[in-house]
């Protein structure tokens, strides 16, 4: 009984993705097996084959973020973070972006795997006009000997200086090892 619940979520993301996939298409194939393989009590082994089935659809996607968001102090690791009540900084006060991306390239080299990537920054006022902007702000380099699908990014930005207003971050992520982009923006006030 306790693999029935198991075996059912795996059949029917098996139904999802199947419906959405072609034949040829992996992660729709991922779901059979992880489902029989649940139900003879190979609870590993079907981990396993749904972790390729997401990681195929991890490699053909895009790159996108799960999250972006301010948050009050630097984070203790992936999804420990405390996000902050409000947009609304003090001048000189330092903002700490959290950030998890997704879908960007590993790549095996020396029996590891290997991720980078490489973010730009733009600063804009209410208006839309850019008060500031730095390629190459920030470096995400991960090495690892799984192709990680829990990461996170932090940006630390010190914006001391700037007068009292409303503005915008972006920040755009290049991938590195794949041709990937992905941008976010944070509206938030210096008051």
């Known amino acids: 009984m306790k693999h029935a619940a198991l075996v059912v979520a795996l059949v029917l993301l098996g139904a999802g993705l199947a419906g959405t996939a072609s034949a040829e298409d992996a992660p729709a194939q ?3 097996p992880a489902a029989s393989e649940a ?12 972790r390729k089935a997401r990681l195929k659809v991890w490699d053909e996607g895009p790159l996108l973020f799960r999250r972006a968001l301010f948050v009050a102090d630097s984070p203790g690791g992936f999804g420990i ?39 730009d920054l733009v600063l804009r006022a209410e208006d839309g006009n850019v008060v500031a902007s730095q390629e190459s702000f920030g470096e995400f380099r991960f090495d690892s000997h799984e192709q990680n699908m829990e990461v ?6 010190d914006f001391t200086g700037a007068p009292p207003g409303k503005y915008v971050v972006e920040c755009t992520f290049r991938d590195q090892m794949g041709d990937k982009s992905a941008k976010f923006a944070l509206p938030f006030e210096i008051k």
């Not at 902050?84 to 997704?102: C, H, N, Q």
Request: proline share 5%.
């Open 30 to 32: 991922g779901a059979a």
């Open 39 to 50: 139900e003879a009590a190979k609870n590993l082994e079907a981990l396993e084959s749904m």
């Open 81 to 119: 973070y405390n996000a902050r009540p409000d947009t609304v900084f003090k001048p000189g006060e330092k903002l700490v972006i959290y950030a998890e991306p997704v879908g960007f390239k590993w790549q095996n080299k020396d029996g590891l795997e290997h991720a980078l990537l490489v973010a």
């Open 152 to 157: 996170m990014a932090v940006l630390t930005i």
